[in-house]
């Protein structure tokens, strides 16, 4: 599977994600070809070689004769629609527009319809997005991730007047994701970038396990403390990684004041609430006071009533937030019958094969105490009629 890791460590912009993909290998005349399918006129783009505090980048400029233009969600789309762009192209540029328009919708309290884009409805901005697309497509992208975003922070002037650091506009499209200022005193993320990274990619985190096969540089426009410049990395995942990824959170605390038989209550409640594993380890801590370090990973995005519990049921005064990228085979849950009853098991596959089978705790322990046998002998029974129901290649994990 042929992977894109944008490295945003600089923020990202329409123009970077351009320039990217050009310093990654997407040739020139080849973009210039396809978007000339677009119903647009008076426009140039050239890009060239520019170095950001020593590194080697590409700049791409984008002269249009067609300033201050206003269009609105309806021309963006009728626009696209008469265009003969590929059709995935097509698709994934109107989910951009789609986001920048939810989101000034959301800010300035209008529908959709009543939206107009100003500077986001210009000639530069569509060849941005659209020409986006074409780059991940004509390079073969299967999928995308992207590094945590960095936005900068201050002020930034606008046709309106003075606005925050990220924009109204940036933030709202970036909602769950994560980000970060970098104490850097300048736009690094502009609304076009943010919605690019947020329709295409799969996970914000760390750069999942790849071989690379080329790397990228797209330079912005200012030159800041910072190299600033849009790292694109290519490469496939290795075919023993081929499982499945995703972003969990570790939410972490360290107690030494809370009474131990509260712990089973909370990890209940914590379970209840959502949290995909809660474990506590034993520490000492300050003073050589024996404590527990109390570990909840969740979803990301679905951590408000977990933090809750923690602030309610224990004596905590904070916790620690860390994003981790999980990668985990695919598993389903069957139901097999035995001479002591009906239990689920968990089934865990890889690469389409079967390669664990768990049965579940909860029912073992149901039909032991029924029959009044040892809980291993229907454990073990369990997982025989799974074994021959599924038939795993060699012996599955328990």
Request: with cysteine; net charge neutral; glycine share 8%.
């Amino acid at each position: 599977m042929k992977i894109a890791y944008f490295d945003c460590f600089a923020g990202i912009s329409g123009d970077m994600v351009l320039g990217a993909l050009l310093d990654v290998g997407l040739p020139l005349e080849a973009l210039r070809k396809e978007l000339e399918k677009l119903p647009l006129q008076n426009y140039e783009i050239e890009a060239g070689k520019v170095s950001k505090l020593g590194i080697g980048a590409t700049k791409v400029s984008i002269r249009a004769e067609e300033r201050g233009i206003v269009r609105t969600w309806t021309n963006i789309k009728n626009l696209l629609n008469e265009s003969a762009i590929a059709p995935p192209v097509k698709e994934k540029s109107k989910e951009i527009f789609l986001k920048l328009a939810q989101a000034e919708a959301k800010i300035h309290q209008k529908s959709l319809d009543q939206i107009h884009f100003h500077e986001i409805g210009a000639t530069d901005t569509i060849i941005d997005i659209v020409g986006a697309a074409i780059g991940l497509h004509q390079l073969g992208i299967e999928e995308v991730y992207s590094s945590p975003l960095a936005t900068g922070m201050g002020l930034a002037r606008t046709e309106h007047g003075a606005i925050p650091i990220p924009s109204p506009a940036t933030l709202e499209i970036l909602r769950e994701a994560p980000i970060y200022s970098r104490g850097i005193t300048a736009e690094l993320t502009t609304p076009t970038g943010a919605a690019i990274i947020k329709t295409y990619a799969k996970s914000f985190g760390d750069m999942p396990p790849m071989r690379i096969s080329s790397i990228g540089y797209g330079a912005g426009t200012r030159d800041l403390e910072i190299p600033n410049v849009l790292r694109l990395i290519l490469g496939e995942i290795e075919e023993f990684e081929s499982a499945e990824m995703d972003e969990v959170l570790v939410i972490e605390t360290n107690i030494d004041d809370l009474n131990p038989e509260f712990y089973g209550y909370v990890m209940d409640k914590l379970f209840k609430a959502g949290a995909l594993d809660v474990w506590a380890s034993p520490i000492y801590m300050k003073k050589n006071r024996p404590g527990l370090a109390l570990s909840v990973l969740a979803k990301a995005g679905e951590e408000s009533e977990i933090l809750n519990i923690l602030f309610r049921e224990t004596t905590t005064f904070g916790v620690h937030l860390s994003r981790k990228t999980r990668r985990k085979i695919s598993r389903e849950t069957i139901e097999v019958k035995t001479d002591f009853g009906q239990a689920r098991v968990k089934v865990g596959r890889f690469k389409g094969k079967v390669v664990s089978l768990s049965p579940e705790y909860e029912d073992c322990a149901r039909l032991a105490g029924e029959a009044k046998v040892p809980l291993r002998i229907v454990y073990t029974v369990v997982k025989r009629e799974a074994e021959k129901r599924l038939k795993p290649e060699g012996p599955a994990k328990a």
